[in-house]
């Protein structure tokens, strides 16, 4: 199963995926979070672990990607399991791996297209078993929609704040999930009771798969950079839906 985290920058797309990748270890699934953000630093903290090599390296960087681009094959000449990933490219705590498609260094570096190459050419090749949860926390807004990143994934999940911008996002995050067929999970994250309610009414008919209330723990572990071992009711029944 394939699940990617989308929402507006800032949403709690990393937080909300750490917490749910940490669920699927407790219930022993096999789970990869793969870090397609090129500007997040946060994540592997989130996680407790490393932060791992950038996977664009072991294909020989962002310029061969980019020349390998129109003959995809180049890239891989195999399916990899998730043990297949090479090792030097994983980090790993808790038992949850996360693998990080690419970062942007240093200035004037060039877009971030190469990461997007090899993020769609590595979903399809990955040969998952019934076990197997792979997590993509992906960067904030629509452009992996754009990159068709989207249309490898089983499920959408849509982390919404308490903003305008976000209820505005899960607007167009909703249609374009549907011109793709993949379903949406809702998640309403970061609010109180009061901005629940008038999140709820603003959403209309779609469905709420869970609701994250804004917590002085996460956002504190969030604040020093610590790993996010906290267990909620709420992130249980997100994985039991999204499962
Ligand atoms: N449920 C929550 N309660 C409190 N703080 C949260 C919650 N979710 C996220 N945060 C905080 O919001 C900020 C942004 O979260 P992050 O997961 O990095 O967002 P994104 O990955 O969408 O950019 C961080 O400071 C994080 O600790
Ligand atoms: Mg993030």
Not at 115 to 133: C, F, H, I, Y
Not at 222 to 237: H, R, S, V, Y
Request: glycine share 10%; charged share 25%; net charge negative.
């Amino acid at each position: 199963m394939i699940i990617i985290a989308c929402g507006k920058g800032g949403c709690g797309k990393s937080t909300i995926s750490s917490l749910l990748a940490r669920e699927y270890a407790r219930q022993g699934k096999n789970i990869l979070v793969i870090d397609t953000d090129e500007s997040n630093y946060g994540l592997h903290r989130q996680l407790g672990c490393e932060l791992p090599k950038n996977l664009t390296e072991y294909f020989g960087g962002r310029t061969d990607i980019m020349k390998a681009k129109t003959e995809d094959a180049i890239l891989f000449d195999k399916k990899w399991t998730i043990s297949d990933i090479p090792s030097e490219y994983v980090s790993e705590n808790a038992g949850v791996k996360l693998v990080a498609i690419g970062k942007i260094d240093e200035a004037n570096e060039g877009c971030a297209c190469a990461m997007g190459v090899l993020t769609k050419n590595l979903l399809p090749n990955l040969d998952l078993g019934e076990n197997d949860v792979v997590l993509i926390d992906s960067e904030a807004g629509v452009e992996h929609f754009g990159r068709g990143v989207d249309n490898q994934v089983d499920h959408i999940m849509m982390v919404i704040d308490p903003s305008y911008e976000s209820l505005r996002l899960a607007g167009k995050v909703g249609s374009m999930g549907a011109e793709l067929g993949k379903e949406v999970f809702y998640v309403l994250n970061k609010a109180d009771e009061m901005q629940v309610e008038s999140m709820k009414e603003a959403m209309g008919d779609k469905k709420i798969a869970a609701v994250i209330y804004a917590n002085r723990d996460v956002l504190q572990k969030g604040l020093m950079g610590e790993a996010l071992d906290i267990q909620l009711d709420e992130i249980t029944k997100l994985s039991n839906a999204l499962a």
